[in-house]
């Protein structure tokens, strides 16, 4: 490892775009949040504009290298991770063709549905990701019905990280993680032109990029944006990951038996299998897997799309809105984590994953004339540690669960954190980075750049732990019975659905 390495990692995520500056230690030298802007639209619509996005990348980097006390000339390299799924178009000039689609985007409800019904999405399924709200498959379908222009006009078919890149380098690539989202093949890590082709995609064969290993070099820093980033020209930049990869190795969740619980914008609980593939068995409970960054191991999945973006619901019902989540859930979480002595409400925060993926929406059970905001907020963020709870217990049906760890925007929140120690009934531990996608973006940089030798050791050096949270009795008794409530109504949901 070289000691003296100054590394810098990119997350452009769905709520927010963030950089962090490390060193060879894998300690945090300067850290850069701006909100993400995005656009919401009628029949589900949710979009991006691809330029500003560009232009707060650039924002976060020159104020995270400021903070940091960096000059250019000492950064050894940058690595990209971004939220996966939904759809970037690019044209021959490297500039969008349109705004970019976000993963949380639903308009492709009436082609998931259809794909369903005619066994389409079986025969999908059965080869790669499965075709759901959000995945390139489905818009890109979405797109030829109703865009055909904007897909003729792409050179390239990209993800929200390689898009960054490509701004960064000039070069289109992705890699294995990303490209998972029902572009790879179960079997082997290489795109399903065939089936693509037969599903009538076979037009964007030609636009894939390149896929080159999230931890080897991608290209260097053009001039251009050298100029727009304050990065010196032709600094490494490595190939990058989704940001659920990116999270594993920032959060050093590796390891065999480590599951990791990423709290973010969605929930999603991951951990790394040695082997391809996912069980029948996990399989049937809604679990499922990408290629993970060595496109060799699989990252077992299990996830939803309920975690931050329920707050907003509270935030619209209270008068005061605080100016964060941190901040929001210390308003609302009580210290006993049962809820108190009050009739407490139950929210399934999204039936995605339990029926079939195009429908969603949250419930509300229990809710009586009483309620406000503050026992609606405890509700929400009982029911986003009941859903990491189940994916925990999805995710160790194979394989028990050794340890685990938390990170994402939920888990700055000291209460909340303690909260999901209390329903899971487990310690879970807090790495030292608070923006771990990130962190795990300038940890592959540095692979590519020589500073560490391999992942693991990238991973092992800035996943560090410094916070434990441990169950409390009393606490965990109450909401095991809450959970087995939670549990009765998901399934209801789901056969109601």
């Known amino acids: 490892m070289a000691a003296g390495s ?109 794909l369903e019904r005619d066994g389409t999405a079986a025969l999908i399924a059965a080869e790669t990701s499965s075709p759901t709200n959000g995945r390139p498959i489905t818009l890109l379908l979405w797109m030829l019905d109703n865009e055909a222009g904007s ?60 896929i080159v290993p999230s931890a080897r070099l991608a290209g260097g820093v053009s001039a251009e944006a050298a100029q727009a980033t304050g990065l010196r020209r032709g600094t490494p930049v490595a190939s990058g990951s989704h940001d659920a990869s990116a999270s594993v190795v920032g959060a050093g969740a590796m390891a065999p038996g480590v599951v990791c619980l990423i709290a973010g914008t969605w929930s999603s609980d991951v951990r790394v299998a040695g082997h391809t593939g996912v069980s029948t068995r996990a399989a049937s409970q809604g679990v499922h897997g990408r290629w993970f960054i060595d496109g060799a191991s699989t990252l077992l999945f299990s996830s939803s799309p309920s975690g931050i973006e329920l707050l907003n619901s509270l935030r619209a019902a209270d008068a005061v809105p605080p100016t964060n989540e941190h901040d929001l859930l210390a308003r609302v979480v009580g210290e006993d984590a049962a809820g108190g002595a009050a009739p407490l409400l139950t929210v399934i925060p999204s039936v995605c994953g339990l029926g079939p993926s195009h429908r969603g929406g949250s419930v ?75 962190t795990g973006a300038a940890a592959m940089a540095g692979v590519a750049a020589g500073a560490w030798s391999s992942i693991d050791d990238a991973s092992r050096a800035v996943g560090v732990a410094d916070d434990t949270f441990s169950p409390r009795v009393s606490a965990n008794n109450a909401l095991d019975e809450r959970y087995r409530r939670y549990l009765a109504a998901l399934q209801r949901l789901a056969s109601w659905c």
């Open 364 to 438: 509300v059970l229990g809710l009586e004339a009483s309620h406000g905001p503050r026992q609606l907020g405890h509700a929400l963020a009982e029911a986003m540690a009941f859903r990491h709870r189940l994916g925990c217990e999805l995710l160790g049906l194979d394989d028990p669960v050794a340890e685990v760890r938390v990170t994402g925007g939920l888990s700055q929140s000291d209460r909340w954190s303690q909260l999901l120690a209390d329903a899971l009934g487990r310690e879970v531990l807090r790495p030292r980075s608070r923006e771990a996608a990130a």
């Open 151 to 210: 897909v003729r006009a792409a050179r390239w078919v990209m993800f929200a990280k390689d898009w960054i890149k490509l701004r960064l380098t000039g070069r289109a690539t992705t890699d294995f993680t990303d490209s998972s989202a029902g572009l790879l093949c179960h079997a082997r890590p290489e795109y399903v032109e065939s089936l693509l082709q037969r599903i009538g995609l076979g037009e964007i064969v030609g636009k894939l990029p390149e």
């Open 6 to 114: 100054t590394l810098v990692g990119l997350d452009a995520g769905l709520t927010s775009t963030k950089a962090v500056v490390i060193d060879g230690h894998g300690r945090v030298l300067g850290v850069a949040v701006r909100p993400a802007a995005r656009n919401e639209g009628p029949g589900g619509w949710v979009e991006r504009d691809l330029m500003e996005q560009w232009t707060s990348c650039c924002a976060v980097l020159r104020e995270a290298l400021g903070r940091a006390a960096v000059d250019a000339d000492q950064v050894d390299g940058i690595g990209t991770t971004g939220h996966g799924d939904g759809l970037i178009l690019i044209g021959d000039d490297g500039m969008p063709v349109r705004p970019g689609v976000l993963s949380l985007d639903s308009r492709s409800a009436a082609i998931v549905g259809g």
